[in-house]
């Protein structure tokens, strides 16, 4: 009676045990499971804390250790102000060449999350993936990069699952899959011919360089919203350059810049208290240039700004509703990114975002 009641115990603790893990398949197709959700985690791509603060109110308090890159952005501010004990979580590199695995362990963590490629280590720095799982830390693939389209709303769940934030992360996932099914929704139904698009990625940063969206990164976001990229076409990457006579003869109907805080004095400036007046006159300075004056959209005036960090964000859906508003503002006369990001603050983020991230030109 005696032996039977301890087995008991033993078969109980063992199936709560065995209830406490996740198992999880990462956007790679990857296996991992963990003993139970996670408490503190390693970010390898610092820029993800917004990420998180989608899932929780106060992020930081989820990160063990990560990487620096989030830092440098301006955004780092307001989360210092809302979370001073941010200084102190510690700093394993700034990119995957200066990660530094010891760090990393002795933060800690009970999960790695990496992305498939940004700032931080990625699925092809298998010694740091290898040298992170034989010290019992799982590693977890999400991805809002390299192709957005496909795992942003898979990468959600993700986290969510390992954080048991699954709540969160399934009103997040409802507030981006209802913006997308209308989008996709009346395009498929109007049938508009599609206009095209060149997308000046880090306008006007890089003299004589005109950087673009290829295969992947916000193309889908593109198409999705009725409308052509011309870098699609001729880039098999997520990002790559255009030259000059190809954006010519493509002679896009849309110009749309993108750009962030930190190129203030070197190129177009969209994003966090970025007024809209200083936007514009980055952007009119852009479209100045002899080569893109001479282009149709900008002779018709059909030229736009989207904050730079939209490609690597899962808020990308905002930027899909403000290039359908501008190809087919009859179609989308409605549709406003700026409410969206007002509900995305509201709903979702403690630490909002405030600034210029769409605007035209006009």
């Known amino acids: 009676m005696k032996f039977l009641k301890s087995f008991c115990i033993l078969f109980l603790l063992a199936l709560s045990a065995n209830a406490q893990q996740v198992i999880i398949k990462d956007v790679l197709g990857r296996t991992v499971t963990l003993k139970k959700p996670a408490k503190k985690v390693l970010l390898g791509e610092g820029r993800d804390l917004i990420t998180l603060n989608i899932l929780d109110p106060n992020p930081v308090n989820l990160i063990a250790s990560w990487s620096a890159d ?28 200066t990660f530094s695995v010891e760090k990393a362990i002795a933060s800690k963590p009970e999960v790695a999350i990496f992305s498939i490629k940004g700032h931080g280590p990625g699925q092809t720095h298998k010694e740091i993936i290898s040298a992170l799982q034989s010290a019992g830390i799982p590693v977890i693939f999400i991805d809002f990069r390299t192709d957005p389209f496909k795992n942003t709303v898979p990468s959600m769940r993700i986290l969510g699952k390992v954080l048991n934030k ?42 004589n360089q005109f950087s673009t969206a290829g295969k992947g990164n916000l193309t889908p976001f593109i198409s999705l919203a ?68 001479e282009l149709t959209a900008v ?52 630490v909002p975002m405030t600034g210029t991230y769409f605007i035209s030109l006009k």
């Open 70 to 97: 989030f830092k440098k952005g301006s955004e780092y501010a307001d989360y210092k102000a809302a979370f001073p004990a941010i200084d102190k979580v510690p700093v394993v590199g700034t990119n995957a060449e």
């Open 166 to 207: 699954e709540k969160k992360a399934n009103e997040f996932i409802a507030f981006y899959e209802f913006r997308k099914k209308r989008i996709a929704d009346r395009i498929a139904k109007a049938r508009p011919a599609r206009p095209k698009v060149f997308i000046d990625m880090k306008a006007g940063t890089t003299e």
């Open 226 to 293: 009725g409308a052509k990229n011309i870098g699609e076409d001729v880039i098999p990457a997520p990002l790559g350059q255009l030259n000059l006579e190809y954006i010519l003869t493509a002679d896009p109907k849309i110009y749309i810049a993108t750009g962030v805080d930190s190129f203030r004095g070197k190129g177009v400036v969209l994003g966090k208290d970025i007024p809209a007046t200083e936007a514009r006159q980055s952007i009119s300075k852009r479209v100045a240039d002899p080569v893109l004056s």
């Open 299 to 350: 002779k018709t005036g059909k030229v736009y700004g989207l904050w730079h960090l939209f490609y690597a964000s899962p808020f990308n859906i905002l930027a899909a509703e403000a290039v359908a508003k501008w190809s087919h503002p009859t179609l989308f006369k409605d549709v406003t990114p700026e409410a969206s990001l007002k509900e995305l603050n509201q709903k979702f983020l403690s």
